[in-house]
């Protein structure tokens, strides 16, 4: 059974840092290439990072450039995203899935509220 397990949101003040962690399990973990969706109410998710199957990485988001960092530990089987420097406008819900989501489920997603 197909499953991921996202932690590490919170609140957090502009400015600040957080780490998100994601522990997918039910498939293997290397042959995928993974991604960091967000979804903020009332819009559909989108990509904001994606790690290839190699390590490469890809940042759809202009607006997270420079601010966020997704790696995969092959090893350990996890997936993180470090944000810094937190702005309002990075605040939703997170998800970590594959990039072409071909594995056709969600798991419940870690909340992320920055504000003062």
């Known amino acids: 059974q197909v499953q991921f397990v996202e932690s590490g949101g919170g609140l957090v003040q502009p400015g600040g840092s957080l780490r998100l962690s994601c522990a997918p399990s039910g498939f293997t973990f290397t042959r995928y290439a993974l991604a960091w969706w967000r979804q903020v109410s009332g819009k559909e998710r989108e990509l904001v990072a994606s790690?290839?199957?190699?390590?490469?990485?890809?940042y759809p988001l202009s607006s997270v450039k420079g601010r966020f960092t997704i790696s995969r530990d092959n090893a350990k089987k996890t997936v993180s995203l470090q944000m810094n420097n937190l702005k309002s406008e990075d605040s939703g819900m997170y998800y970590c899935?594959?990039?072409?989501?071909?594995?056709?489920?969600w798991g419940q997603g870690t909340q992320v509220t920055v504000s003062s």
């Open positions: 790690v290839g199957t190699f390590g490469d990485t890809n």
């Open positions: 899935n594959t990039v072409r989501l071909e594995l056709k489920t």
